[in-house]
């Protein structure tokens, strides 16, 4: 059984050096997070990483096809993403609106473009059946604004910056009519589901083939502060914390518990979220 990763951390967006929409945690957390998954049992030699100017859209699809590829029945496989996230329209052939796809923007997303969750399912819908696989997003999946915490509850965070891109005007101009031309069952469902907007839970679901760990719920934005001097994003600092202190061996239900607890200790506005198979979420990580 192998163990294998892909980790991808973007401080630098294009331009290289300063000028674009910069961060400053995320090459932190991409060290802290191949460090981590050696303690787990991860050889380094089985883990790649991509940061700032080598985080392309080809490099990171290319990578990311070499961690499905290459695996087989009994592997355990992560791939991890620290930088911006954004959201974009979501149209099909008739450009009738279907609501926005979350996307994760890679160092050259100006003039390649961004990765929206339907160009990753697209890899992922080639893994061999019996493979693990955990993907891990520190990045924002909402353009509703930035929820900033309260730094009188958790007073050694300063400097916080959402891990956000702006839509272009287009995706969000759809968006914010597609209710317009929703019917009325699908706008109860959608109001039911906004009330629960602010609830910690698990989402099971059927069929999928690998398991999400998301460091915020869609409507919400992700944030990086400061960590005793160094910055680092608030859910990959505690995922860390949690993965050393176990070497890894932690039921999937119960990290994605203490992770939320953690967030709330903090006081951060961001409430993580992790989507998969009920049988994968009762399971060992990395098993």
Known sequence: MAKKAVIIGINDYA?????????????????????????CGFEAKDIRILTNQNATRDNIISYLKWLVTTSKKGDS?????????????SMNDDLELDGLDEAICPHDFKTAGVLKDDDLKAVL????????????FDCCHSGSGTRRIK???F????????????????????????REIQTNSEKEIET?????????????????????????????VAMEGDFSGQ???????????????????????????QLSN?????????????EGKTTELKQFLFN
């Not at 272009?168 to 968006?175: A, G, I, N, P, R």
């Not at 953690?262 to 992790?274: S, V």
Request: proline share 4%.
């Open 15 to 39: 331009p290289i050096g300063p000028g674009g929409p910069d961060l400053n945690g995320c090459v932190h957390d991409a060290r802290d997070m191949a460090n981590t998954l050696v303690i």
């Open 77 to 89: 496989l992560v791939f991890y993403y620290s930088g911006h996230g954004t959201r974009v329209a």
């Open 125 to 136: 819908n080639t893994l061999p059946k019996g493979v693990n696989l955990d993907v891990f």
């Open 151 to 153: 730094f009188d509850e």
């Open 155 to 178: 007073n050694n965070l300063t400097n916080e910056t959402p891990r956000f891109i702006e839509p272009m005007l287009e995706d969000e101009f759809y968006f914010n009519f597609s």
């Open 192 to 220: 039911k589901e906004d009330k629960k907007s602010t609830m910690k839970s698990l989402v099971k679901v059927r069929g999928m083939n690998h398991v999400l760990w998301a460091a915020c719920k869609e409507n919400q």
């Open 231 to 257: 910055t680092r994003g608030y859910f990959t600092y505690n995922l860390c914390k949690v993965l050393r202190a176990t070497n890894g061996k932690i039921n999937r239900s119960l990290l994605d518990i």
């Open 262 to 274: 953690a967030l709330t200790a903090m006081g951060a506005a961001q409430i993580n979220q992790t």
